[in-house]
Nanobody, 122 residues
């Protein structure tokens, strides 16, 4: 069982930056792939990026080059650095954990945080 708590969301202007954090409970954090997802009102939850247990990173095309995922296994924390934010990045951002190798599939993540709101004003 893994419990996840996100923080760091807020209101930012277009072009600004935010860093989200996700703190995990449990002693096996390093064995999980950690993903970030987002959901805008009226839209489905979508993959943003993931940092696998083996050290690989994956990003959605929409955020590639602007967002960076990192993790600190000693602190049981994963981060999402978001730069050059756009209004279309406005959403509720979730972190999630999985043992699956298919890091981009939302349905393969059994553990989820409660989400943190990111709002980008134009």
């Amino acid at each position: 069982q893994v419990q996840l708590v996100e923080s760091g969301g807020g209101l930012v202007q277009t072009g600004g930056s935010l860093r989200l954090s996700c703190a995990a409970s449990g002693r096996t954090f390093s064995s999980y792939t950690m993903g970030w997802f987002r959901q805008a009102p009226g839209k489905e939850r979508e993959f943003v990026g993931a940092f696998t247990w083996s050290g690989a990173t994956y990003y959605a095309d929409s955020v590639k080059g602007r967002f960076t995922i990192s993790r600190d296994n000693a602190k049981n924390t994963v981060y999402l650095q978001m730069n050059s934010l756009k209004p279309e990045d406005t959403a509720l951002y979730y972190c999630a954990a999985t043992n699956s190798r298919l890091a981009h599939l939302v349905n393969l993540y059994p553990y989820w945080g409660q989400g943190t709101q990111v709002t980008v004003s134009s």
